[in-house]
């Protein structure tokens, strides 16, 4: 539990939340984000997170601002500033989601009254009420971990907290403004949307150990144009577009390659549209499930207990030898994990998945 004295509601106006850093964990704590508004219904919460982020809470209702912090060309400079902006806020609360002495360093120089988190990175000292990293850290979806800040967060406001009684809330939305200038995009780029719209993620930013073969990336999206009748995307990072263009050249068909040739606001808007997502573990795996979109998604070296998609529209596909999962971002031996994946299995998982959209837009 946090340790620390017993705080009120009503002293708490002005929150910040440090969120983490990547794409996909920023989409994992979304839950806690929107129980702590529920505790906290009047207060002004501003999430301070970095810019590849932020597209994601573009059209958040449970936080009030967004705070960027980039610290990669000048980390000093922006620590600094970070400070100062946090000081001018006049916030009565930091909830530290992420788990980087850093971040309690700026809540403590910036002097936030109440400073609450895990007590990781030798950071105890400079937190008013830390919190011990809970023992199922490994064994329970990362979700969790954020929900568990801020039920102890709302056991030191008002002595307990409904947070487990509660199913976690993970859903994204996407403006129609959004949706339909994402639509205008595909249509430019020549994408014919009154058919099925596949998109596929063959990257993945930090681990190529975590990527499907191109080759069978490019087997389905074949099979998607000549047995479905969709229409085909491939999309990622800037850092991913070498493998994007590896699956669109293996092709026997055409597909549109928008990898790295989007910003993250136009690619989260792009896969609100979409009618399947087939990814490898990755940080649209996440973000397409919140938007409730079906996304299949390819598991190998990581472990999905504790970072699948937490929706009920995202499935894995995984065949883990003894090896799985390793976490490693190379593989030593041969990617026994992703090559016992066919694409046929695959296809086949996609196709039923694909008549559940086509069942909802009947309905």
């Known amino acids: 539990m946090l340790k620390g004295r017993r705080l009120r509601a009503e002293e708490i106006e002005r929150v910040v939340v440090r969120g983490t850093n990547w794409v996909g964990d920023a989409v994992m704590s979304v839950p806690a984000l929107r129980e702590l508004r529920r505790i906290l219904p ?6 301070a997170t970095r810019s590849s982020s932020e597209a994601i809470f573009k059209d958040a209702d449970f936080i009030d601002e967004i705070l960027i912090y980039d610290r990669q060309k000048n980390p000093r400079r922006a620590l600094v500033r970070q400070i100062k902006e946090w000081r001018a ?7 530290l989601f992420q788990n980087a002495f850093e971040a309690a360093l700026i809540a403590f120089l910036a002097r936030v009254p109440v400073r609450t988190g895990y007590a990781t990175q030798g950071r105890r000292s400079f937190l008013t009420h830390s919190l011990k990293r809970p023992e199922w850290y490994n064994s329970r979806h990362e979700i969790f971990y954020y929900l568990n800040i801020v039920s102890e967060f709302e056991k030191l406001l008002f002595g307990s907290s409904e947070i487990e009684k509660r199913a976690p809330e993970i859903n994204l ?3 129609e403004a959004r949706r339909a200038e ?5 249509r ?5 949307l009154d058919r099925p719209l596949v998109a596929l993620c063959p990257g993945s930013t930090n681990s190529r150990a975590k990527r499907w073969p191109a080759d069978r990336f490019a087997a389905i999206a074949d099979k998607f144009i000549e047995e479905a009748r969709a229409s085909v995307i491939i999309i990622g990072s800037p850092g991913e577009a070498e493998v994007s263009h590896e699956v669109s050249e293996r092709m026997r068909n055409r597909a549109k390659v928008l990898t790295g040739q989007t910003t993250l606001d136009e690619a989260v808007a792009i896969l609100s549209l979409v009618d399947l997502l087939v990814t490898n573990d990755t940080g649209p795996a996440h973000i397409a499930s919140a938007l409730n979109r079906p996304t299949l998604v390819i598991f190998g ?4 207990v504790t970072t699948r998609p937490f929706s009920k529209t995202a499935e894995i596909i995984r065949r883990p030898p003894d090896c799985a999962p390793c976490l490693l971002r190379d593989c ?3 990617h026994r994990c992703m090559t016992a994946i066919t694409p046929d299995e695959v296809f086949a998982r996609a196709l039923v998945m694909m008549r559940w959209t086509s069942a909802e837009a009947r309905a």
């Open 188 to 192: 430019a780029d020549g994408i014919i």
């Open 301 to 304: 070296p990581t472990d999905p």
């Open 173 to 175: 939305e996407v403006s």
């Open 89 to 95: 806020h006049r916030f009565d609360c930091a909830v």
């Open 332 to 334: 030593p031996i041969d």
């Open 182 to 186: 994402a639509a205008a995009s595909l």
């Open 42 to 47: 009047d207060a002004h919460i501003t999430l």
